[in-house]
């Protein structure tokens, strides 16, 4: 799912069970010698990201619901799975 809302466009993955969201932002880096697809998630983007999933909860109406905001990364072979990737103070 690519969840869309007037603060911006995150590509991601929305997953709810038993009331709870999880936005998982996917990012993929092919090897070039400039970086890993964890260098992708700067303070900048993680800002909009945190940004549109509140933004979506809010157009939803699912402002009282709780959320984390987790990222696959993938490098060629290597997946790495981050869980809450947001952190206090990003906002």
């Given at each position: 799912m690519i969840v869309i809302t007037a603060v911006g466009l995150v590509k991601s993955t929305l997953l709810q069970r038993d009331g709870f969201i999880c936005f998982v932002e996917?990012?993929?880096r092919q090897?070039?010698?400039?970086?890993t697809a964890v260098d992708e998630i700067t303070r900048s983007k993680m800002r909009k990201i945190l940004m549109?999933?509140?933004?979506?909860?809010?157009e939803t109406n699912q402002v009282d619901v709780d959320y984390?905001?987790?990222?696959?990364?993938i490098d060629k072979d290597n997946i790495e799975i981050m869980q809450n990737i947001?952190?206090?103070?990003?906002e």
């Open positions: 996917v990012k993929y090897p070039s010698g400039h970086g549109t999933a509140k933004n979506y909860l809010y984390r905001i987790d990222a696959v990364l947001y952190t206090e103070g990003m």
